[in-house]
C-alpha cells in the first residue's frame, strides 16, 4: 500500500516552455502532497505543500507564479514549472501524506529529472 | 537557525559488519523521527519511525535510538549486505514544527 506515482519521470525541454509534473497515491486519499526538489548530493528541499481545494503553500523564497501548484482532487497534485530556464533543471519529488496512520509519514513518488536546456 | 547534521557524507562497510549512522540536530523538538532510504535517481523510501518518548526501534535487520537529550539519533545495519548500499536520510518531525526536515543523507557502500 500507500504508492505514489510521478509522470513522467523524465523530461527534457527548452528554455522558456512549461512543464507539468503529476503526482498520483495509488491506493490512498492523500490530503496534503509536498513538492520537493533535490539538487546533487543535497538534502531534499520542500518547495511547497499543497492541500486538496485549497490554495499550496510556498516556502520563502519559491516563486508561485513560476512553479504553479494545483491539487485538484484527493489523488491528484500537479506542479507545473512555467518558463522554464536552465537554473531549474533538477530533480522533482513528490510526497503524499497518508491520511490515517502514522503521523507525518510521508510516501514519495519515484521522482521526475527535468533538464533545461 | 534550524540543522540537522548527518555524521558523514559518506561511510564505506564491509558486508556483514554493522553500519552505524548519525543524525544530530539543534535547536528543534521534534516530536519524531524519522529514517528514509534513497537509491539514485529514486524517491526516498520510509524506513522507520520513533517518536521523542521511545529510546529504541528495531525493524529487521534495522535499529534507530533517539536521544532527546543529546538531539541525537543513531541509525544501525547489522550484518550489512552490499543491497544496503544506498544514501540515508533523517527527518525529523512534529505538530510544532509543521513539516518534515531532512538531513542531506549519509551515502552508505558495503564491499563485500
Known amino acids: 500500500g500507500a504508492v505514489v506515482s510521478q509522470h513522467p519521470s523524465r523530461v527534457i525541454c527548452k528554455s522558456g516552455t512549461s512543464v507539468k509534473i503529476e503526482c498520483r497515491s495509488l491506493d490512498f486519499q492523500a490530503t496534503t502532497m509536498f513538492w520537493y526538489r533535490q539538487f546533487p548530493k543535497q538534502s531534499l528541499m520542500l518547495m511547497a505543500t499543497s492541500n486538496e481545494g485549497s490554495k499550496a503553500t510556498y516556502e520563502q523564497g519559491v516563486e508561485k507564479d513560476k512553479f504553479l501548484i494545483n491539487h485538484a482532487s484527493l489523488t491528484l497534485s500537479t506542479l507545473t514549472v512555467t518558463s522554464a530556464h536552465p537554473e531549474d533543471s533538477s530533480f522533482y519529488i513528490c510526497s503524499a501524506r497518508v491520511r490515517r496512520g502514522l503521523p507525518d509519514t510521508q510516501y514519495f513518488g519515484p521522482g521526475t529529472r527535468l533538464t533545461v536546456l | 537557525s534550524q540543522k540537522i547534521e548527518q555524521n558523514s557524507e559518506a561511510l564505506n562497510i564491509q558486508e556483514g559488519k554493522t553500519a552505524t549512522l548519525t543524525c544530530n540536530y539543534t535547536?528543534?523538538?521534534?516530536?519524531?523521527l524519522q529514517w528514509y532510504r534513497q537509491d539514485p535517481g529514486r524517491g526516498p523510501v520510509f524506513l522507520l519511525l520513533i517518536r521523542e518518548n521511545e529510546k529504541e526501534k528495531r525493524k529487521e535487520r534495522l535499529k534507530v535510538t533517539f536521544d532527546t537529550t543529546l538531539k541525537q539519533s543513531l541509525f544501525h545495519i547489522t550484518a550489512s549486505q552490499p543491497a544496503d548500499s544506498a544514501t540515508y536520510l533523517c527527518a525529523l518531525g512534529g505538530s510544532t514544527l509543521g513539516r518534515l526536515y531532512f538531513g542531506r543523507g549519509t551515502q552508505l557502500t558495503v564491499w563485500p
Open positions: 535547536n528543534y523538538s521534534p516530536a519524531y
